[in-house]
């Protein structure tokens, strides 16, 4: 009886194992063919992909150096930037002397007009 048991409950794992294998044979066809199937569309991808790679290293080159471009720009036109600075600021005091100056004369003239009437009064009366 339980020798008998066991036996039939052997048989059974047994049949129920080789019914997995058979399944899991199937279900590996199955992918082996969608595996072809999809190979020369993943390889495309791939070399979509490497070609996208290529190109933007190209691009960070490309950026890298137009930003050293820009940079050497920038420092050769901090120069001529400060110089006109400089220009300007001087163009400033010049333009403020040239006003106290034209201030002082105006000042002169007017003390000098002063003085005139001052002297012609002064010397009618004598004449």
Do not use: C, M
């Not at 137009?66 to 720009?73: A, G």
């Amino acid at each position: 009886g339980e020798l008998k048991r066991d036996l039939d409950q052997t048989r059974a794992s047994l049949e129920q194992t080789r019914h997995h294998l058979e399944a899991d044979r199937k279900q590996l066809l199955e992918w082996e063919a969608e595996l072809t199937r999809i190979e020369p569309a993943l390889a495309e991808q791939r070399s979509i992909a490497d070609e996208a790679a290529r190109a933007l290293s190209e691009a960070d080159r490309a950026v890298e150096q137009w930003s050293q471009t820009w940079d050497s720009f920038n420092e050769g036109a901090q120069g001529p930037s400060k110089t006109a600075e400089v220009q300007q600021s001087r163009i400033a005091y010049l333009e403020q002397v040239l006003r106290k100056l034209q201030e002082r004369r105006h000042q002169l003239q007017t003390e000098q007009a002063s003085l005139d009437e001052t002297a012609e009064a002064n010397a009618l009366p004598y004449a």
